[in-house]
């Protein structure tokens, strides 16, 4: 069987696994305070465009995004996304059971506007009794969303806007951030969401790494003793020479973003091939996440030889289902895919 379910079902890029066995006997410090951790922080740095931006690695995205929402906000501050957003509805509550409210936004496509971040933003300030309510404090934003879909440059400058005219943060979640640079659809460079967003992290679980995030402070007031919440939220590895050579490697030579475009490729191929049956999608796509709305008879076809997910229902006929591809994809696996696409 293949299996299309998630872009973190291989091990790691070879790369990572060949630097890791070259460096298995060295003895280095804990924590992320080794030379390894410390070269692949200058290798991001130097890749966004700025040197002095604060950069810390984190085991995992749910450890990334609670530690990083906990040690910004306020007790009773809360954080404004979409509503299909993944702290909202992929971690468990994890954010809110770290106290924190997610102000969750109405929207078809995963992406939310600088004008509803705007209206939540005037709707707390004008309202009387506002000190009742949880104030919102902060903006998170995934690159990709959770639909696969990709805010432009005008999208982003345009909450990014908002955001320093409120003088809250703009967070990005960057798990699939790679994929989302990949994609032909793509307006934005490192550089540019290095200068649009507050703080971001660059995944490294989805694309090729083992395990590992790097979390980027551009505005570095945010990230005063963030070590701390590291520790205190269970996201500090330590073995922490483990990430850093991770991300070393996936920083040298473009691999991050040459691997990622395996996956758009792969992913445009799934599209283009249910496109041509004439089913419709869910979401318009244009990255490693497809998203067809097929009859339920098929998908129980299609589940004899390859796994996928459901993504929502449709109708009492119909669901849409999710065909997610990664770094590791075959073209064994997708022709595969095709050749039976083209039975249906």
């Known amino acids: 069987m293949f299996r299309f379910d998630s872009d973190y079902l291989e091990g790691c890029l070879p790369e990572i696994l060949q630097a890791l066995q070259e460096t298995n006997f060295e003895q280095t410090l804990g924590y992320g ?22 950069v810390h690695f984190l085991v995992g995205g749910t450890q990334t995004n609670v530690t990083v929402i906990a040690h910004i906000l306020r007790p009773y501050q809360a954080v404004i996304c979409a509503e299909s957003g993944h702290i909202n509805v992929h971690e468990t509550m994890a954010v809110e059971h770290n106290g924190h409210k997610c102000i969750a936004l109405p929207t078809g496509n995963g992406k939310i506007s600088a004008a509803q971040i705007e209206h939540v933003l005037v709707e707390h300030r004008d309202d009387y ?50 994929y989302g640079l990949a994609s032909p659809a793509c307006e934005i460079t490192l550089q540019d969401l290095a ?14 790494a083992l395990f590992g995030e790097a979390v980027v402070f551009t505005d570095t007031r945010l990230s005063k003793d963030f070590r701390y919440s590291i520790k205190m939220n269970g996201g500090m590895l330590a073995k922490g020479r483990m990430l850093g050579i991770q991300f070393e490697t996936l920083f040298t030579d473009g691999i991050y973003i040459r691997a990622a475009k395996n996956a758009i490729d792969k992913a445009f191929a799934i599209r283009d091939a249910f ?50 591809t990664s770094w590791a994809t075959t073209d064994e696996a997708v022709d595969s895919l095709l050749a039976e696409i083209g039975k249906l």
């Open 33 to 54: 305070m080794d030379p390894h951790c410390a070269h692949a922080k200058e290798l991001i740095k130097d890749a966004i465009g700025a040197p002095d931006a604060d």
């Open 129 to 178: 009794s506002k000190e009742h309510t949880a104030q919102p404090a902060m903006v998170y934003i995934s690159f990709p969303t959770e639909k696969g879909t990709i805010y432009s440059k005008a999208e982003l400058e345009a909450i990014s806007k908002v955001c320093r005219e409120w003088n809250i943060p703009l967070f990005v979640d960057g798990a699939r951030l790679g």
């Open 195 to 208: 200068k649009l967003a507050d703080v971001f992290y660059i995944g490294g679980t989805k694309q090729g």
């Open 275 to 324: 496109a041509a049956k004439g089913f419709p999608f869910f979401a318009e796509s244009p990255t490693n996440q497809q998203f067809p709305i097929l009859p339920n008879e098929l998908i129980a076809e299609l589940r004899k030889k390859f796994s996928f997910e459901s993504w929502g229902f449709v109708d009492d006929g119909h669901t849409a289902v999710r065909f997610c």
